[in-house]
């Protein structure tokens, strides 16, 4: 058997201020586990990389 698990931060995890925000009609915007400013690129994924699932054309910063 073979599968995946993903993990979603939300509106659940106190353990950094980064809890993924649920709106009125219930949907989400999965904001992912805060970024380590310490990763070099390419290795590094910024949050200002990342676009947003709900409004495409803005990125999560």
């Avoid at 979603?8 to 400013?37: K, M, Q, Y």
Wanted: glycine share 4%; aromatic share 12%; proline share 11%.
């Amino acid at each position: 058997m073979s599968g995946r698990i993903f993990l979603a931060n939300v509106g659940a995890n106190a353990s950094h201020r980064f809890a993924s925000p649920i709106f009125l009609d219930r949907t989400f915007e999965f904001l992912p586990i805060p970024e380590t400013p310490d990763i070099p690129p390419p290795h590094a994924v910024r949050y200002r990389d990342l676009r947003s699932y709900n409004r495409r054309t803005e990125d999560l910063t």
